[in-house]
């Protein structure tokens, strides 16, 4: 069974600070991994990660993966009140095309 | 307009009844996927569907049944409605792209509460 696990659970940090969220695996035929961001109700997708090394940029958010040792991690840089989230972290492998493990995912608190 | 729309947005109803939550996509996307979000325990796959044909179940189909009625219409329902069944309702849906690689796009959720 395919197992996705996030950590920490939760985070509270104060703006201007930088956080690393982790996420691990364990992935039969892995194909690749996906951050979402959940602000109140719908997730919004931020990266999808299939190689290892390849750092995905976006503003103050970045991501890498690591295929060897199973992980992946996103950091936000200068964090704003606006980042407070949900952060989920997916995966997608398996022979059924197109279905998403999910882990449990990182709450981030980001205080004025 | 949004893509991937949900009604109704909000539900309370009682231990034992009928309840049909709907979803629809503007994306033009062939597949679509239920889950349900519980605190703590992330999104958990209900049912999934490659095309109008193609219904699978996900990891926790029991007590949840789905019709796709059209490429763009997906609905779940909740035979007889426990209170465990409380939780976040997300529909989705996603294009193949490269093969296996392929983001999925969230509705903006259904809050159900089952007394």
């Known amino acids: 069974e395919d197992k996705v696990v996030q950590s920490p659970l939760s985070l509270v940090v104060h703006e201007g600070d930088t956080v690393t969220l982790n996420c691990s695996y364990e992935v039969t035929n892995f194909r690749s991994l996906l951050w979402y961001k959940q602000e109140k109700k719908a997730p919004t997708f931020l990266f999808m990660l299939t190689s290892s090394g390849i750092e995905k940029k976006s503003g103050r958010l970045s991501s890498i993966l690591d295929k060897k040792e199973l992980f992946s991690i996103l950091n936000i840089t200068a964090t704003q009140t606006g980042d407070s989230a949900i952060y989920l972290c997916?995966?997608?492998?398996?022979?059924?095309?197109?279905?998403?493990?999910f882990g449990q995912g990182t709450i981030l608190t980001v205080h004025p | 307009d949004a893509d991937v729309t949900q009604t109704p947005r909000n539900r309370i109803t009682k231990t034992g009844k009928r309840i049909m939550l709907e979803c629809s996509q503007t994306?033009?996307?062939?597949?679509m996927y239920w889950y349900r979000q519980d605190p703590g325990l992330g999104l958990r796959l209900i049912y999934y569907s490659f095309d109008v044909k193609d219904i699978n179940k996900g990891e926790i189909s029991d007590g949840y049944s789905v019709s796709r009625q059209a490429q763009a219409k997906f609905s779940l329902s909740l035979e007889s409605a426990i209170p465990n069944q409380t939780a976040l309702y997300f529909c989705?849906?996603?294009?193949?792209?490269?093969?296996?690689?392929?983001?999925?796009?969230f509705g903006p959720g259904t809050r159900l509460t089952v007394l």
């Open positions: 997916s995966t997608a492998g398996g022979t059924s095309y197109g279905k998403l493990t």
């Open positions: 994306k033009g996307h062939d597949r």
């Open positions: 989705a849906t996603s294009d193949p792209g490269l093969a296996g690689v392929e983001a999925q796009y």
